[in-house]
């Protein structure tokens, strides 16, 4: 893409961005369809955010732990873990996994709809398909993702305490003590206020790539394929700013 195609696409989603901010917040409230979409985003999305979260945790414990040993530090892993799970890998691998599974889908969907003429029709029969497509798949994904994004934490963190397990006994107790010592308040609140902008990133990047989706089957296939591609690319640069917002904030 050259540089004129991609900050003419920057600004029309930027635009889109702003319609979505000028209609989202007025009447009428399209509640059930929002309802159905956290359902879609949240509860369809859980087994594989669990398989993904759960792999992370045990695999991140079972690597970590012959450095530590090598430091007689073995007592740090589940702080270590925690830590590495809630401030970036949670938030980051649950997004990377809703933008590809979340973000092409919802592309796919409305790249089809759009080719169908499904859309003409709904704006022809009164319905303004703006609220009803987009503004309710945003606002469930903006929800839903920092929902999915703390169970991906649980789930890792329990496999981190079968991990330890594993070669040697340790507590429950001990395990949760040992974290919630060493955990602090500025660990866990940028964390999760940053998941929101992920949620929103995937959504709105996918209502656009699939509201003007180009026409025919190709089409829609490239649809769901760039929302995958930009909405990765977007949640990295934001991690990047949250990265440097708590810089300077003094929460690192």
């Excluded at 989202?24 to 399209?30: I, L, Q, S, T, V």
């Excluded at 945790?57 to 799970?85: D, H, N, Y």
Aim: glycine share 10%; aromatic share 10%; hydrophobic share 50%.
């Amino acid at each position: 893409m050259q540089a004129s195609e991609f900050l003419a696409e920057a600004g029309a989603i930027s635009r889109f961005t702003g319609r979505f901010f000028s209609e989202g917040f007025r009447p009428r409230y399209e509640v059930q369809e929002f309802l159905h979409q956290c359902y879609v985003v949240g509860y369809k999305s859980l087994p594989l955010v669990g398989v993904t979260g759960f792999i992370m945790g045990i695999v991140l414990t079972l690597q970590a732990r012959p450095t530590m040993a090598k430091f007689g530090a073995e007592a740090w892993i589940p702080a270590m873990v925690a830590l590495s799970i809630i401030r970036e890998m949670g938030p980051i691998i649950t997004a990377l996994i809703c933008a590809g599974k979340i973000g092409s889908s919802i592309g796919a969907e409305l790249g089809s709809m759009n080719v169908t003429e499904q859309i003409d029709a709904m704006e022809v029969s009164g319905t303004n398909p703006f609220k009803y497509l987009v503004v309710t798949r945003v606002m469930a994904t903006t929800l839903m993702i920092p929902v999915l994004v703390i169970l991906a934490d649980l789930i890792a963190l329990y496999a981190s305490y079968i991990g330890i397990n594993m070669k040697g006994v340790t507590s429950m107790s001990l395990f949760v003590n040992n974290i919630m010592n060493r955990l602090e308040f500025s660990d866990v609140l940028p964390a999760f206020i940053k998941t929101f902008f992920f949620g929103f990133a995937i959504g709105i990047i996918g209502c656009y790539k699939g509201y003007h989706s180009q026409k025919g089957t190709e089409g829609v296939g490239q649809s769901a394929n760039s929302a995958v591609v930009v909405s990765s690319l977007v949640i990295f640069v934001l991690d990047l700013l949250a990265v440097q917002i708590t810089g300077l904030l003094g929460l690192n």
